[in-house]
């Protein structure tokens, strides 16, 4: 099978392109900023099973060069984060929504033969009314960045009910662990870590008691696989760990991984952050044969790890997104 991954030289990207190529598949990757995986992953896979197109996913020449020949797409692309899509909505829209509408077009155009969308576990749903949150939840978004992805949702269900074309959405909860951009402000696992170990304070919107269900970025990668080799069709399903952790909890964690003593300054809260989001998994259990297999613990050692391999000292610094 060979699959292109749309926006597959991000940080969940990145490592899902790497599970595939070791599973055996073929990998095309379009991304605006290739160069950031292409050298070291043509290292790794020199057999010719992976070719990198630098390029927007909101062009279409690129995207109709890019589908040539693909069987199945992974859309990962997306160009903003929670607390910046609320800046400018209109301009999120433009970028994400109306450029996933173009590419689920030409992936007709192409007969693809499945799209697998990764959507977000962490803001489609809003302020939950159950723990774990069901597949079958209300989505009520209280950011633009959870309106545009249930958005996009929906197209690729209108394009399966009109068009016949395959999908899975993967709502993904907070995912963490080593190539993830701490300095960007979203992602509290890097970014307290890169705070502790360089004793610096850490700023938390609100009084830390938000809860969020983070899970590890590989675990996310095989999920990826497991979607785009499953005979399911048209579903949703979460991906998380199932367990809900505040982020004094988080901080905690960090504190006994790392041997750190974390300084914290509380700030106020945010009428976008919802308290809690915590995902109920047993669908992509049963569908997917998927468990996460990373424990908190055990990611963050893996994250701390990767980051003294990179130099914490070399990397900024930002107030930290609680997702």
Known sequence: MKVLLVGGAGFIGAEVAARFLKAGFSVRVLDRNIQRVQHQIELTYSNGRFEAICGDFVDSEVIGHA????????HLASSTVPHISNLDPVADINHNVIASL?????????????????SSGGTVYGIART????ENHDTNPICAYGINKLMIEKYLQLSHYLNGLDYLILRCANTYGPGQNIVSGQGAVGIFMRQMLTRRP?????????????????????AHILAANSTERASILNIGS???TSLNDLIGAIARVTNAIPSINYGGGRQFDVPNNTLKIDRAR??????PKIDLETGIGLTWKWMRKEGIDNLGSNKVEPN
């Open 67 to 74: 589908l040539t020949g693909i069987d199945a797409v992974i």
């Open 102 to 118: 173009r590419l689920l077009q030409a992936c007709l155009k192409h007969k693809v033969k499945k799209v697998v969308f990764t």
């Open 131 to 134: 723990i774990p949150i069901p």
């Open 202 to 222: 850490l700023d938390i919107w609100g009084d830390g008691s938000v809860v969020r269900d983070y899970v590890y970025v590989g675990d996310v990668a095989e």
């Open 242 to 244: 199932g367990i809900g």
């Open 286 to 291: 049963s569908v997917l044969g998927w468990s």
